[in-house]
């Protein structure tokens, strides 16, 4: 039997325009339909690119599409740009196991766009520093070390560990401990003036 590996990434295309008009402003596909008034499978398949906008007989935007872009205060033609529609439906799927993947990488997936890391990412010096201070000095450090915050360059999770004498797998759950501990609501307290 194969081992099972602990990550599993997903691509799939989707209206991004039609995405910000509704997460900009409401927490789900579902509260933006029940305040609109809009049936959210209807909403869901045109987000996720599963239906055209258009009908096929005539050829004419649907009344869901005219009625959303009438929402938003946009043209159809805007919310709803063919070229996306047309294009190859495809979805990437790949599993990965935790070695194959570089902390650097795993940085850049959209699970850890978070407030948090959008304030590390503006460079909030003042306030990380505050949250930064209620954690033990190693960890403290270790997530500078590796974000480059306070003055410092950005490492690798090797670097930071050779710093520290521990290994490369150890320091990525020190740090990922600690990201967990700033996204606590009592650390949110602290941060949430600068988001």
Known sequence: MMAQKEIRLEARLRNNILYHAIFDNWRSVNAFCEDKGFHPTAVGKLLNLKVSPLR??????????QRLAECFKMLPEDLFPLYIYNLEKQETVKEIAMAELGWRELRQIPFFADPVELIM??????????????????TSEMIKMHFGLGGK?????????????????RTGQII????????????????????
Do not use: Q, W
């Open 153 to 169: 360059d950005e490492r690798t999770l090797g670097e930071v560990g050779k710093e520290f004498a521990v290994s490369v797998g």
């Open 176 to 195: 990922e401990k600690g990201i967990r501990k700033m996204r606590h609501p009592a650390n949110k307290k602290i941060l949430e003036e600068y988001y």
């Open 121 to 138: 990412e503006k460079g909030r010096a003042g306030a990380i520093e505050k949250a930064l201070a209620r954690f033990d000095r190693r």
């Open 56 to 65: 096929k007989k005539t050829g004419n935007y649907r009344v869901i599409c």
